[in-house]
């Protein structure tokens, strides 16, 4: 029965029956959102340039205000953001699963 369901089946995961895909995904989604969160802190922190501790806390800083990412830091922002959706997909798949 399992070796014709195999043939019929389109992807890996059809085999594998629903209640227990749903299992799997509740039991990994507390840690995606753990492993999102922590690569979310490190990219906002690692965005902090040398503004000094009033740039930090609010303070004006106009040389930075009109500035062009490039490169490495281009990147960073652009995974920051990936990052950030990735997150919030997880936190409501958690709350609608959960």
Do not use: C, H, W
């Amino acid at each position: 029965m399992i070796l014709q369901n195999a043939r019929l089946a389109r992807t890996p995961l059809d085999v594998v029956p629903y209640g227990l895909q749903m299992e799997t995904l509740t039991a990994i989604l507390p840690y995606a959102e753990i492993t999102t969160s922590l690569l979310l802190i490190v990219g906002i922190v690692l965005q902090q340039r040398g503004a000094g501790l009033g740039g930090a806390f609010g303070g004006d800083n106009f040389a930075s205000t009109f500035y062009k990412r490039r490169g490495a830091e281009k990147f960073l922002f652009n995974a920051t953001i990936v990052i950030a959706i990735l997150f919030v997909a997880s936190a409501i798949a958690g709350f609608i699963l959960g």
